[in-house]
C-alpha cells in the first residue's frame, strides 16, 4: 500500500505523539525552511525508533564532538552504544560524526602521502562507519534506523509511518522534495537521509577552529594562536609530522603540511592489531569465537582474506575529547594509544598496557597487520609521548576546549 493511502489515518491517529525537536503543537506550517533545519529535528527524533527512546543524537551528542556522552558504571564513556531496547550492545565504538561529511565515497584508488617514508598509498579508501560499508553520509544516515541492535525499525515504510505522524514533517518533506515524495516508500526514505546528511554537513560540524588552525591564520588576525617556540604543544606538532621520529603523518596527514582544512586522516584501511574488548564481547553475547573482519565484511568487493581486520584511519580532530579508542573502545586514555603504537617497535619500552597493568593482548586478527607502517620512525620515549597528546588536544574544536582542563592546557604550553 502506499504512503500516500495511510497518510491521513496516520496523521490523525499519531499526532499526539508528535516528534522530538519538532513538536506538533505549533502553528508553524513552515518549521523547517531548509533541508538542514529538517535534518537537524530528524537527527535529535527519538520518536524515529521502535520504543521512541533513540536518537541519532542518543549515539552522537553535539556536546561531546558528536560521539556518545554515556558513562558505564566506572564513569568511563561507554565502549559501545546500548540500543533503543535498552539492552543490546554493539561490538564497535560510536565514532564522531564532526568532519564526516569531508570523508570520501568508498572506493579502491591510491593517494599521496606526506612527511613519511613510505610509499604512496594504494587500496581501499574512505565510505562511512569504521569499515566503509555506506558509501556517502546520506548512506550512512539510513542504517541505524534498521538495525535490530541500534534504533529497531522493522522496515523503512515503518520508520516513514513515523514520519507521517507529524504534520511539520509532511508539511517539510514534500515542500523541499516534491508533492509525491511520499507516494513511494524508498524516495521518502531517501529524502529523509538527505536531509539529515544535509545538516551533518553544516559548518557545525566541521568548523576548523582549533587551536591547530587558528594557528595557520595571520599573526595580526585576533583569533590567530600561537604554539609558542618552548611547549609541549609545539614539540609535538614537530613530532607528528616528522619523517624521521613517527609514523603519524603517515596515515593521519592527508594535505600538504600547513594547509587549511587538515582531516589529519588520510581514510586508509588498516589492521594495527588492535585486541579484542573482552568486557564488550561479554556484554554483547557474541562469544569468543566471534571474529570481527572489518573492512572484508564491508561488500562482496572486499571479501579477499588480506583486507581482514582492517578499518578505517579516523580523524584525530577532537581526538582529545572523545575517548575510548580503537573501532571497539578498548583503550580509555589517548597516552595509551600512543604507546600501543609504539609497542610495535622492536626495543619499545610501551610493553605493558597502562590500563590492565600487564602485557599487550593478542591482536584480533594476527595475519594482515600494517608492520610496515607500524615500524616506521623511532621509538617514543614517556616525554615524546606526552608531547603528541599535547599537540593532539590542539586538534579540539573551539567549542569543546573546555572539555579540557586549565591544568591540562598550562601543563602542555610549557616545556
Not at 502506499?2 to 499526532?15: D, N, P, Q, S
Not at 594562536?225 to 609514523?247: H, P, W
Request: charged content about 20%.
Amino acid at each position: 500500500m502506499k504512503a500516500t493511502v495511510k497518510r491521513l489515518a496516520v496523521i490523525a491517529l499519531g499526532l499526539a505523539l508528535g516528534a522530538c525537536g519538532s513538536s506538533s503543537d505549533s502553528d508553524d506550517s513552515s518549521a523547517f525552511s531548509t533541508q538542514e533545519a529538517l535534518g537537524e529535528s530528524l537527527f535529535n527524533d527519538t520518536s524515529l525508533s521502535f520504543n521512541r527512546t533513540q536518537a541519532c543524537s542518543s549515539c552522537h551528542d553535539s556536546a561531546k564532538a558528536f560521539t556518545d556522552s554515556n558513562l558505564d558504571d566506572e564513569g568511563n564513556t561507554v565502549a559501545v552504544s546500548l540500543g533503543d531496547d535498552g539492552v543490546s550492545t554493539g561490538d564497535r565504538n560510536a565514532p564522531t560524526a564532526t568532519y564526516a561529511t569531508l570523508t570520501p565515497e568508498f572506493q579502491n584508488g591510491t593517494r599521496t602521502r606526506f612527511n613519511s617514508q613510505q610509499s604512496d598509498y594504494s587500496g581501499w579508501i574512505g565510505g562511512q562507519f569504521h569499515d566503509g560499508r555506506a558509501s556517502t553520509l546520506a548512506d550512512q544516515a539510513g542504517g541505524p534506523f534498521l538495525n535490530e541492535i541500534e534504533m529497531g525499525m522493522p522496515n523503512k515504510a515503518s520508520v516513514i509511518e513515523r514520519i507521517l505522524e507529524n504534520d511539520q514533517y509532511v508539511e517539510a518533506f514534500e515542500r523541499l522534495f516534491g508533492s509525491d515524495v511520499f507516494d513511494d516508500t524508498d524516495t521518502a526514505y531517501t529524502a529523509l537521509t538527505e536531509a539529515i546528511a544535509a545538516f551533518e554537513s553544516t559548518d557545525e560540524f566541521m568548523p576548523f577552529d582549533s587551536k591547530y588552525d587558528r594557528s595557520l591564520l595571520d599573526e595580526d588576525d585576533p583569533d590567530y594562536y600561537d604554539y609558542g617556540v618552548i611547549s609541549k604543544v609545539a614539540s609535538g606538532r614537530t613530532l607528528f609530522f616528522s619523517q624521521q621520529f613517527t609514523n603519524c603523518a603517515t596515515c593521519h596527514q592527508l594535505k600538504r603540511q600547513g594547509s587549511a582544512n587538515e582531516t589529519f586522516t588520510g581514510y586508509e584501511y588498516h589492521n594495527i592489531g588492535v585486541p579484542v574488548n573482552s568486557a564488550v564481547r561479554t556484554a554483547n553475547g557474541l562469544g569468543t569465537d566471534y571474529v570481527d573482519t572489518g573492512l572484508q565484511t564491508n561488500n562482496e568487493a572486499v571479501t579477499d582474506a588480506s583486507e581482514m581486520g582492517k578499518f578505517k584511519v579516523p580523524t584525530l580532530r577532537n581526538v582529545a575529547i572523545t575517548a575510548p579508542y580503537m573501532h571497539n573502545g578498548v583503550f580509555q586514555d589517548l597516552a595509551t594509544v600512543v604507546k600501543f603504537y609504539d609497542h610495535w617497535m622492536t626495543g619499545s619500552s610501551h610493553t605493558i598496557n597502562p590500563e590492565t597493568g600487564i602485557e599487550w593482548a593478542d591482536p584480533e586478527v594476527t595475519d594482515t597487520i600494517s608492520l610496515t607502517e607500524l615500524q616506521d620512525g623511532a621509538l617514543i620515549t614517556d616525554t615524546r609521548v606526552e608531547q603528541l597528546v599535547c599537540f593532539m588536544m590542539t586538534l579540539t574544536d573551539a567549542r569543546y576546549e573546555s572539555l579540557i582542563s586549565d591544568e591540562d592546557w598550562e601543563n602542555c604550553e610549557a616545556e
